[in-house]
Nanobody, 125 residues
Framework: RVDLVESGGGSVQAGGSLRLSCAAS????????MGWFRQLPGKEREWVAS????????DYADSVKDRFATSQDVATNTAYLQIDSLKPDDTAMYYC??????????????????WGQGTQVTVFS
């Protein structure tokens, strides 16, 4: 079982970009999917994107697919979430998650069994 550590959050002016990283303690090839979630203040955690280390197209929530992009670097066992055109509404704690076994989808909290500690993104206007 791997551990996940997110980084790359910070305070950014609206319109800017950030790239969040999710470093796994072991090979990500052993993972069926890696997901990104965010939790806005006072709201439930929501899924934003998933990537499949073994192959396949990334999956995105409709609300972010035009501005978010997830990728992976198998050499460093790291997944990334690129966020462009940041908005104040993107202010949230962002989490990385992983699942080892096949599942029809990787979108809900319950689909993932491994979580990172989160990285805070704050967007100011």
């Amino acid at each position: 079982r791997v551990d996940l550590v997110e980084s790359g959050g910070g305070s950014v002016q609206a319109g800017g970009s950030l790239r969040l990283s999710c470093a796994a303690s072991g090979s990500i090839y052993g993972l069926f999917c890696m997901g990104w979630f965010r939790q806005l203040p006072g709201k439930e955690r929501e899924w934003v994107a998933s990537i499949f280390p073994g192959g396949g197209q990334p999956d995105y929530a409709d609300s972010v697919k035009d501005r978010f992009a997830t990728s992976q670097d198998v050499a460093t066992n790291t997944a990334y979430l690129q966020i462009d055109s940041l908005k104040p509404d993107d202010t949230a704690m962002y989490y990385c998650a992983a699942r080892e076994l096949w599942t029809p989808r990787c979108r809900a909290d319950a689909d993932f069994g491994i979580w990172g500690q989160g990285t805070q993104v704050t967007v100011f206007s």
